[in-house]
């Protein structure tokens, strides 16, 4: 039986997710269905451009559910999944570890299952066109010290955090899946993303929302953990670029080659708004940095080495972060109803539990 021109995206309704549908949308033929089960980090408004999309439909469930994904691919014959769903948050694994495993490894593993029966199912040319891609992240290498080389597809795993290890412990599973049944994977592993919907207990939109009231903005330690930022944008064309031209069974590093210190992110987010929102009553933002107590097992650096997906796929970046944070913040600043929608009770109870007592 043919596959269908259409894809499959766990997490669709996410940060990284969204950005991803919504560029598919724009750019490629074909169906999406997008399956999340719409966590607090979850929004259907991110995708309300294109819910009358008849290219679109969305499915609310849980990757967890062995019928509904089985469904899933049976009705919808897709020729690849793109799994980004997962609970995302280093801070949040600190407090509930478990979770972290329930979706980033039991949901996973409950992916690949289903995508390999269904894989097995299918004649040759379905089976050689057929991709699982996962979306995972650089924090499965661990901390890097001052000089040390950016991680490379190579790097021994180390993860730090609960969160790092859940998606340590998913990638290996997506390994096994290819080594053992032969399932046509591919493994992106991508570096700290910034852009539009991303949920605002992230570095980047909290110290923007806060700096915009007049907030204190909450820096961890000493602010010198470095971190490699890539614009949402560059990681889904990444991602596209893998889907396309990767080979099954490999890996692929995806970074900015753009590693900043955490307080030099900051001032950069208060002198732009500064310039774009004056506030005689704030004054100067960077006023409002109060170094607090550091994040247990805060991992110091990370960079990427994206030599591979460069030399082999030959995909670049295309934002600095200097163009990608201004545009970052302007888009915010024209979506505060976005902003209001998401800053729900829970997310007030979120902000209460982390900083309390920092
Ligand atoms: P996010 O937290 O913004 O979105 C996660 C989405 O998954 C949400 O829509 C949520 O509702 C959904 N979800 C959670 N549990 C689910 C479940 N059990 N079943 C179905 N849906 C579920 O995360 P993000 O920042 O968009 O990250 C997406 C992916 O990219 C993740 O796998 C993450 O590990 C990876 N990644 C993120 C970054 C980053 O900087 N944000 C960097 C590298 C890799
Ligand atoms: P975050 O956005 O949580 O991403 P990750 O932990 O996955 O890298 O944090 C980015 C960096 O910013 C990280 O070094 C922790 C730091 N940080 C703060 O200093 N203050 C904050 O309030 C938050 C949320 C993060």
């Not at 998913?170 to 390994?175: E, I, T, Y």
């Not at 109060?290 to 991992?299: A, F, L």
């Not at 591979?308 to 972060?321: D, K």
Request: hydrophobic share 35%; aromatic share 10%; proline share 5%.
């Amino acid at each position: 039986m043919e596959l269908n021109n259409t894809v499959i995206v766990t997490g669709g309704a996410g940060f990284i997710g969204s950005n991803f549908v919504l560029e598919w949308l724009r750019r490629e033929g074909g169906q999406v269905v997008t399956l999340d089960k719409l966590t607090y980090a979850g929004n259907l408004g991110n995708l309300a451009s294109v819910d009358q999309d008849p290219r679109h439909l969305f499915v609310h469930g849980d990757i967890c559910d062995d019928e509904l994904v089985a469904g899933l691919f049976e009705t919808h014959r897709p020729r690849a999944i793109l799994h980004f769903a997962a609970e995302s948050h280093v801070d949040r694994s600190i407090k509930n570890p478990g979770e972290f495993v329930r979706t980033n490894v039991v949901g996973t593993l409950n992916l690949l299952k289903n995508a390999c029966a269904y894989w097995k199912s299918l004649d040759a040319e379905g089976q050689r066109q057929f991709r699982f891609l996962h979306v995972s992240t650089d924090e499965v290498y661990g901390s890097l010290g001052p000089d040390d080389p950016a991680f490379t597809e190579l790097t021994p795993y180390a993860p730090n955090s609960p969160y790092a290890a859940s998606k340590a412990g998913s990638d290996h599973l997506v390994r096994a899946y290819h080594h053992t049944f032969g399932l046509p994977t591919l493994t992106t592993n991508c570096s700290n993303n910034y852009g539009p919907f991303q949920f605002p207990e992230k570095l980047i939109p909290l110290v923007l929302l806060n700096a915009l009231e007049g907030k204190a903005l909450p820096v961890y330690g000493d602010g010198k953990n470095v971190r490699d930022w890539l614009h949402v944008q560059d990681h889904c064309s990444g991602i596209r670029c893998v889907l396309e031209k990767g080979a099954p069974g490999e890996t692929y590093n995806i970074g900015g080659r753009s590693e900043m210190k955490n307080i030099d992110v900051v001032t950069a987010i208060c002198d732009i708004l500064d310039e774009l929102r004056p506030d005689a009553k704030i004054g100067a933002r960077r006023s409002l940095i109060t170094y607090v107590t550091d994040r247990p097992g805060h991992d110091r650096r990370y960079a990427i080495d994206a030599t591979r997906i460069e030399a082999e796929l030959g995909w670049t970046p295309q934002m600095r972060f200097a163009e990608g944070i201004r545009k970052t913040i302007e888009w915010y600043l024209s979506n505060m109803s976005w902003v209001d929608g998401v800053r729900s009770g829970a997310y007030q109870e979120w902000l209460h539990q982390n900083y309390r007592g920092r």
